[in-house]
Structure formats: C-alpha cells, structure tokens
C-alpha cells in the first residue's frame, strides 16, 4: 500500500508565478490535510479537505491560496503570485475518515522556493 | 534535554545512551498530544501518543510522560542508536474543538554521535 504521494519534491518559481503543489493520498483516504513549514519550525496548519468539500481553511491565507480535492485526482495547493515569505515545505496528511490526529499520515513534502 | 522555544533546541549524545527531549505545550485544553520524528528531507512521522488522562505511555524504545500541571511533556528514547538522529516535535490536540488540527512545537534536533 503505498504512502501518501506529493508532487514535486522540490519547485522553484519566481516572485509572481504560480505554484501547484500535488498530494495523492493513501488508497481508500478520502481526507486531506494540508500543513506549511517555515525553516526550523514546526508545522502549521492549513486546510482539511474531504472529496470535493473544503471542511476548514482557517489556517490558510485569505489571497492567493487555495486548495481543492476534486472527485478524481489528486488535492491541488494553488498559490499564485508568489512571493518570498511562500518559501518553505509544504506538507500533506492523509486519513481514512475525519480522524482523530494519530490516524493522519504524511507526505514527503514539497520544497518551495521562491526566488 | 533542551524545552521547544523560539529557536531549534539540540540535543547531542552517544549512542547507546539514554535521550530525553522536552516540550513546553500552551493550551491548558489539550487533551492529546503526540511525538513525530522527522529525517530530513521526509515528512512527520509518527512515534507515540498520550492522551490527558495518563501521565505515562510506553512503547518500543520510546516513553512518553506528561505533566498536565506544569504542561510538560517528554520523549525518552532508550538505547539511542544513529537512526534515531532525527528532528523531534510534540504536537498538541483538542478533541473538543477540531480533533483533527494539530497544533506542533518548533522542534528539537537530536544528534547521535557513534
């Protein structure tokens, strides 16, 4: 059973671009869970999501930030026009049901740099 | 061990030997709280947990003890082996308001010298 799957690994734009940030979750994980890491912090929650339902985007920014898990495919994290301060990993959680935390696994990551 | 601050806490030590690493949670209504390890490059990954009704948990190698009256929680590795070098972070959860969000420490970088 493969883990959860993000892509890139690492993405590099530049200030102004967009970034389109992937995450395929564990088979039969219909929850989505998105986390920001600053250099030497700790994660930051972002959005969770459900297949085709945004549950709680209360840790991402209000512009420029969206995030989606459409029917099929994989949850897109879209930030357009980057800047700077976007620099950092990005994280995906999966789980099989609106879990309690223990039950999310996460993704590799995807590094971005924006320069 | 070195309390998660405002800047990465490290924690050097032999293999072989005993670890301890702290952390210095904020909400007094956390009620579950977990260890991650993270390599570099990879993501969070799962170590043990504890909920606020036990002070102790112990697994494979590892021991977690909480103390919900100075809001203190530890991570024992027993036997510390090189691969356990790694980035270590608590996270803390309220099962009354959403049981999903994670909120994480900043993290203390544990080194294993051979």
């Known amino acids: 059973n493969a883990g959860v799957m993000q892509n890139p690994r690492h993405l590099v734009r530049r200030r102004g671009q967009e970034a389109r940030l992937r995450c395929s979750p564990m088979?039969?994980?219909?929850?989505v869970y998105w986390y920001r890491q600053l250099p030497e912090e700790g994660l930051k929650f972002m959005v969770y999501?459900?297949?085709?339902?945004?549950?709680?985007e209360s840790g991402m920014p209000k512009e420029r930030f969206s995030a989606e898990f459409p029917k099929e495919g994989p949850s897109i994290l879209r930030i357009q026009q980057v800047v700077r301060g976007d620099s950092a990993a990005y994280f995906c959680?999966?789980?099989?049901?609106?879990?309690?935390?223990?039950?999310?696994?996460f993704g590799p990551g995807t590094r971005l740099t924006v320069t | 061990g070195e309390s998660v601050g405002l800047h990465l806490p490290t924690l050097s030590v032999q293999e072989g030997d005993n670890s301890i690493i702290n952390c210095a949670y904020s909400?007094?209504?956390?009620?579950?709280f977990i260890w991650y390890k993270q390599e570099s490059g990879k993501g969070p990954q799962f170590i043990i947990d504890i909920r606020s009704n036990m002070d102790k948990r112990q697994g494979q190698r590892v021991t977690v003890l909480l103390n919900k009256t100075v809001k203190h929680l530890s991570l024992q590795i027993a036997a510390t082996q090189p691969g356990d070098s790694a980035v270590y972070f608590c996270?803390?959860?309220?099962?009354?308001?959403?049981?999903?969000?994670?909120?994480f420490g900043k993290g203390t970088l544990l080194t294993v010298n051979p």
């Open positions: 996270a803390e959860n309220n099962s009354g308001g959403s049981n999903y969000k994670l909120t």
């Open positions: 088979k039969g994980h219909s929850h």
């Open positions: 909400n007094s209504a956390s009620d579950y």
């Open positions: 999501l459900q297949k085709e339902n945004i549950i709680d």
């Open positions: 959680a999966s789980s099989p049901r609106t879990s309690v935390s223990y039950e999310q696994y």
